[in-house]
């Protein structure tokens, strides 16, 4: 029953996200808030569009503390990426 139901759903929306993103490169793997702010701030400031997926595993936590472990995914138009390559590579001299 779960699998009638639900299986054209997520069909569905791996289709929608595929179409979605296609135009899209994958720039950046960010693991913290700091580096998903420094980065994004960076592209806003050279003009540079960009996409992201936030994904939170509440199954992960510190010991201490009440932060998630977050992921962002952050993508660029393919037409961008060697630009905003150039300001990943600063950001990480920093």
Do not use: C, H
Request: glycine residues 4%.
């Amino acid at each position: 029953m779960f699998i009638v139901f639900f299986g054209p759903i997520l069909l569905i929306y791996s289709l929608i996200d595929y179409f979605a993103y296609r135009q899209w490169s994958l720039l950046y793997l960010a693991l913290r808030d700091e580096s998903y702010f420094a980065l994004t701030e960076k592209l806003k400031q050279a003009g540079i569009k960009y996409r992201t997926k936030n994904i939170v595993n509440q199954t992960v936590s510190p010991m201490f503390g009440d932060n998630r472990y977050r992921q962002y995914e952050i993508y660029v138009k393919k037409s961008d990426v060697e630009k905003a390559s150039q300001i990943v590579s600063t950001l990480r001299k920093l």
